[in-house]
Every structure is written in structure tokens, then in C-alpha cells.
Antibody, heavy 121, light 109 residues
């Protein structure tokens, strides 16, 4: 059974770069033709899709973040990563990594448990 | 960009009652691109319904999705205490972009 696990600093200073990693356990990130996503949820608010990456490295981003986000994949480590630049307090949220379905790329079939990131000096 | 609106914001019902949750899109959306997720307190969301009316694996049949065009509905036929959660609708757009509604919180009286 594939499992996703987010990791990274829980506290980031304003104007710095938020960096998170999602480790895929129980399966290869390169097999199956999946998209790997980052989604966030500010406290008490709804979910926001940040972007996705295919195992080949092709990525797509939410236009709201496009100018300050990079998602990358490291197949040798079975991980994919998120970098969000020039963060502000508005970027404080729980960040989730997720994967689509084997037969349906428009849904989020599997989720990590989420990691809380606070932006504060 | 398509905006999703969910109503009501909070739904408080007694066990055994029927819960009807609405998700309205600002433009017509293909039913294939509508999904619903259940998020219990302190947990990650879990896929409930995809393609507007298909239950995900392991989802009880008291959960039913329906709708078309701009109006979609999630119905819980007989509310159980374990159904206390926030329910999110989600749509896929061709940019590609994925958007979510603000969620409906379901409480038990």
C-alpha cells in the first residue's frame, strides 16, 4: 500500500523560502503514470491546489502561485518537493502532498497526513 | 477560473436524518470533473465521490452524489455520528487547474 509523508521545517521566516518534501513509501514514484500534487489549507479555510508534477518532471502550477513556486521530483529518492519563495504570513497553512487515481487524473485519490507550516519572524 | 460555492456553511442534524449538501459552480462543469471529499477533524481529506456520482472504494452507500451543469449535491441518507466532518467539493479545469469549494461542516445535534 502506497503511503505519502510530508516533511520539512514547521517555521519559516517571512521573505524566506518554504521547502517541503513528500516521500513515497510502498511504491515507486516513477511507475504507474501518476501525477503528484501539493495542496494547502490555511487554518479554518478551504483547500487550495498549488501544483502537480509527473514522474517525467513535467509540472503544472496554479496561476495564483506560478511566479513563486517550484515543484520538483527526485526519482532516486522516491520523493517530490515543493519550494515556495518569498513567503508571508498568508502562506501559513497545513500542506498536503497527494496523488491522483490510477485511472482518473482529475481527483486526489491518496493524501499524506499533512504538515503544518507557520510563517513568522 | 471556475469558482465553487458550497451551502450551507454549517449543517447540524440529528442521527438518522438526511443531509443534503450543495456545490454550485460559476460555470458549467462536466460531471466527470466533480469530486467530493470528507475531512474529519485533524485528518487529511478522503475521497468520497468522483465523477459526480461514483463512490470511491470503501465508501458506504448512504453517501450519494448527483447533479449536472452548475449544480451538484452530496446526500448522506442517514446521518451517523462518524459522519461529523467538513465536506469539500472539487472540480478540474482544463488549464489544468483544480479548485475546491469552501466546505460544508456537518455536525450532530
Amino acid at each position: 500500500q502506497v503511503q505519502l509523508q510530508e516533511s520539512g521545517p514547521g517555521l519559516v521566516k517571512p521573505s524566506q523560502t518554504l521547502s517541503l518534501t513528500c516521500t513515497v513509501a510502498g511504491g515507486s514514484i516513477s511507475s504507474g503514470g501518476y501525477y503528484w500534487h501539493w495542496i494547502r489549507q490555511p487554518a479554518g479555510k478551504g483547500l487550495e491546489w498549488i501544483g502537480r508534477i509527473y514522474s517525467s518532471g513535467i509540472s503544472n502550477y496554479n496561476p495564483s502561485y506560478r511566479s513563486r513556486v517550484t515543484i520538483s521530483v527526485d526519482t532516486s529518492k522516491n520523493q517530490f518537493s515543493l519550494k515556495l519563495y518569498s513567503v508571508t504570513a498568508a502562506d501559513t497553512a497545513v500542506y498536503y502532498c497527494a496523488r491522483d487515481s490510477p485511472t482518473n487524473p482529475v481527483i486526489f485519490h491518496m493524501w499524506g497526513q499533512g504538515t503544518m507550516v507557520t510563517v513568522s519572524s | 477560473e471556475i469558482v465553487l460555492t458550497q451551502s450551507p456553511g454549517i449543517l447540524s442534524l440529528s442521527p438518522g436524518e438526511r443531509a443534503t449538501l450543495s456545490c454550485r459552480a460559476s460555470q458549467s462543469v462536466s460531471s466527470s470533473y466533480i469530486a467530493w471529499y470528507q475531512q474529519k477533524p485533524g485528518q487529511a481529506p478522503r475521497l468520497l465521490i468522483y465523477g459526480a456520482f461514483n463512490r470511491a472504494t470503501g465508501i458506504p452507500d448512504r453517501f450519494t452524489g448527483s447533479g449536472s451543469g452548475t449544480d451538484f449535491t452530496l446526500t448522506i441518507s442517514r446521518l451517523e455520528p462518524e459522519d461529523v466532518a467538513v465536506y469539500h467539493c472539487q472540480q478540474y479545469g482544463m488549464a489544468p487547474i483544480f479548485t475546491f469549494g469552501p466546505g460544508t461542516k456537518v455536525d450532530i445535534k
